[in-house]
């Protein structure tokens, strides 16, 4: 599949304010990216009125095999297959550290940002892991050129 996207950000909507900073960034160095959050309008659940959290707790009511779910996880998948390299925001849920060892298993380049939890071996998927939004935006400015 053709990469269409430099970037899949992939993270926990639980930490949509952090990834959204993050799209930003990207923005500011017109680095094209699929991020699952951008096409929240179109989910098919929830309001704009919810917290990221009430709106996580009604998808977690979801049914697996829902349109809704099934729909989201083929146009995450079609996001990650077309993308040249992945971004791993931290903290992230166990969706969002699978997306990141099916980005590995594809043989994109994977990154993270932020803490992670405790060391653990298969963190070494990633090429870097930045610290901050300062690291990574020192990392894009140079990717661009």
Known sequence: MEN??????????????????????????????????????????????????????????????????????????????SSKNLLLVLPAGKAAHIESGIAYGLGKKCYAIGEYESTDTLYNIFEQIFKDEKELEEFLRQYTK
């Open 4 to 81: 269409k996207y430099e970037f899949f950000i992939a993270g926990r909507a639980r930490n949509k304010e952090n990834i959204l900073k993050i799209c930003d960034l990207f923005d500011k160095y017109n680095i094209s990216y699929y991020c699952f959050l951008k096409n929240e309008k179109d989910w098919g659940y929830g309001n704009s009125n919810q917290t990221p959290e009430e709106k996580q707790k009604e998808f977690e009511s979801l049914n697996l095999k829902s349109d809704v779910v099934l729909n989201l996880f083929k146009n995450d998948m079609n996001g990650e297959k």
